[in-house]
C-alpha cells in the first residue's frame, strides 16, 4: 500500500504543477472524461497489461492507445470541441503515465498480498 500511497501523491502534485503550467481547468467535463479516458487506459493497457502481466506486447499496446485516443479526438472534432492543442496532448501523456505507474503499482500490490495469505 505505500508504494501506491506514494505514487498516487507525488502523481496528484504533479498534475496540479502540470496543470497549473499550461493552465488546464480540470474541473469541467471535457477534461475530466479525457483524463479519465487516458489514466485508465495507461493503468489497463500499460500498466496491468504490458509492465505486469505481460500479456500485451508494447508496441500492441501503443497502437491501441493510438486508436482510442484518435477515436476520442474525432468525437470531439465532430462535436466541436477543441481539445487538440499541444498542451492537451502533454496533459494526456502525463495521464497515460501516471496511469500505467498506478497500474503497475496496485497489481505489484494485489499480489503481494496474495502471497503473504498463502
Known sequence: MNLISIVMIV?????YFVDAFFKIQLMNWEM????????FTGFILIGVGVLYAHKIRL???????LVLVLADDLMDYYRNV????????LHG?????WGS????????YSKDKADKQQ
Open 82 to 89: 477543441n481539445s487538440f492543442s499541444f498542451e492537451d496532448t
Open 32 to 39: 475530466l472524461t479525457h483524463s479519465a479516458l487516458r489514466f
Open 101 to 108: 505507474l498506478m497500474g503497475y503499482a496496485f497489481m505489484k
Open 59 to 65: 508496441k500492441s499496446a501503443v497502437f491501441l492507445i
Open 11 to 15: 502523481g496528484l502534485i504533479l498534475l
Open 93 to 97: 501523456v502525463y495521464m497515460l503515465l
